[in-house]
């Protein structure tokens, strides 16, 4: 073998060398990602924002696929554990979803019974009452004749129900109401259909004042507030300020 030969075999070595090492480069490279990767889950990313107390639906989320190392444990990888669900809290669009973001809906205790009234959309709701909110129910009564026939007496506002939980608010809807002036005047409204969870006597109250009252609206309580209104504030007349 001559020096050209033996230069030619010392360069086809080389090359073998350098393809190997580089053969083992890309190996190395791709055991690495591996690592960092691994296998895959499902999960789902919210679409859009959704209210806290909302009732959750397949078609506001979108399945994504992410490495298991990278997934929290509490993530949803179910779709199917939505269902008869509700947010918990404010969820906003493209945030993961986990299982400490929704919780089962409100139920009725032993003892309640679900009543629905329309509210009127302005005075009543200000879209911050949501299902699973604890709400006073007041009543505004115009005043009645006296037996003497001469003037009214006060007008009255009530609180009738107290630390009333709240089981599903509906959708605006146009309904008709009373004339403040004429009782036998209709007038066009704007309302939501509120559903509660009530004993049977507050139920009967309840339907009373969506009955005969002026009007009925409700103020958010903050939660083991509604129950200390003392019995000498549950009911107000204009003539208690003098």
Not at 191 to 205: E, K, M, W, Y
């Amino acid at each position: 073998m001559n020096s050209r030969q033996r230069r030619g075999v010392v360069l086809l070595v080389v090359s073998v060398l350098f393809a190997l090492a580089a053969f083992g480069g890309v190996l190395a490279l791709i055991r690495d990602v591996e690592s960092k990767v691994g296998p895959e889950s499902t999960a789902y990313k919210l679409k859009r924002d959704v209210a806290p107390y909302k009732e959750l639906s397949e078609e506001q989320f979108e399945k994504v696929t992410m490495p298991n190392r990278w997934l929290p444990g509490t993530a949803v990888t179910n779709i199917d554990d939505v269902r008869g669900k509700v947010a918990t809290n404010h969820l906003r669009k493209g945030s993961l979803l986990q299982t400490d973001m929704i919780a089962e809906r409100p139920e009725l205790e032993p003892g309640q019974q679900e009543i629905a009234i329309m509210i009127d959309a302005e005075t009543g709701v200000a879209g911050k009452i949501n299902s699973g909110s604890r709400v006073n129910i007041f009543a505004t009564f115009e005043g009645e004749q006296t037996a003497t026939g001469k003037g009214k007496s006060p007008n009255q506002s009530k609180v009738i129900v107290s630390d009333a939980k709240v089981i599903d608010v509906g959708k605006l809807t146009p309904f008709k109401e009373s004339d403040d002036q004429d009782r036998s005047r209709l007038t066009d409204r704007d309302g939501v259909p509120i559903t509660f969870a009530l004993s049977t006597a507050d139920a009967q109250r309840v339907a009373y004042a969506e009955s005969f009252a002026e009007h009925v609206r409700l103020a958010l309580v903050a939660p083991g507030d509604g129950n200390d209104i003392p019995k000498s504030d549950r009911t107000y007349t204009l003539n208690g300020d003098d």
